[in-house]
């Protein structure tokens, strides 16, 4: 019984732990990659309240709040 429990354990804890990755892609990995360098790629830099921006980290509240 001691084996199938930590089993059941273990399996529990990669599930969350896959869970907890996708999100933290889904919220914050993705939305960086799209932000923050796609409009370096195509050449027209980072734009924050129409003014160019070298940092990224502004964008993150716009991302959050929508």
Request: charged share 20%; with cysteine.
């Amino acid at each position: 019984m001691k084996g199938k429990r930590s089993g059941a354990l273990a399996k529990r804890f990669n599930d969350m732990t896959y869970f907890v990755a996708v999100k933290v892609c889904d919220y914050i990995i993705r939305p960086f990659l799209c932000y923050g360098f796609t409009p370096l790629i195509f050449g027209y830099g980072l734009y924050h309240n129409n003014e160019f921006t070298a940092n990224p980290f502004k964008f993150i509240p716009k991302i959050l709040i929508g």
